[in-house]
């Protein structure tokens, strides 16, 4: 809820509860007081909502963050691989979580799949490589 929702929300309440204050016999002072009570039990609650919320919007940037990091990864993993000759680049795909590149699809020598692990693992971003590259026979 938006933060000038929740001030409105604590206005109102805080009007409804003195105006129920003023109905009950006692003194102008304890009605002020039930007032003051209620206002500060009221800006608590909005302060704990506003703290949750805060927490929720700065949890979701941090993760649109790291998943831009992780495509950024992927793309230049993806870049140094078409780029290095001798390597079917176009049999192989890129997955990046966290830093943590995984290379699926197929190579056609261990040498190429060790090629392979080893360019991505040079990138900048980059926090390990899982290698699931599959070896097929050179046609």
């Known amino acids: 809820?938006?933060?000038s929702n929740l001030t409105l929300v604590a206005i109102s309440l805080l009007c409804t509860l003195g105006l129920s204050g003023?109905?009950?016999p006692g003194s102008a002072e304890q009605a002020g007081k039930s007032i003051d009570d209620a206002a500060s039990?009221?800006?608590?609650?909005?302060?704990?909502?506003?703290?949750?919320?805060?927490d929720k919007?700065?949890?979701?940037g941090a993760e649109s963050a790291q998943a831009w990091a992780d495509t950024e990864v992927t793309t230049k993993v993806k870049t140094k691989?078409?780029?290095e000759p001798g390597l079917r680049s176009l049999?192989?795909?890129v997955d990046t979580v966290g830093g943590v590149v995984t290379l699926t699809g197929t190579a056609d020598s261990q040498a190429n799949s060790d090629k392979a692990s080893a360019i991505a693992m040079a990138v900048d971003?980059?926090?390990?490589?899982v290698n699931q590259l599959t070896l097929t026979a050179t046609q």
């Open 1 to 3: 809820m938006p933060h």
């Open 22 to 24: 003023c109905d009950k």
């Open 41 to 54: 039990e009221t800006g608590k609650k909005v302060d704990a909502t506003l703290d949750k919320y805060e």
């Open 57 to 60: 919007v700065s949890q979701q």
């Open 81 to 83: 691989l078409f780029g």
């Open 91 to 93: 049999q192989i795909s």
């Open 125 to 129: 971003g980059v926090e390990n490589v």
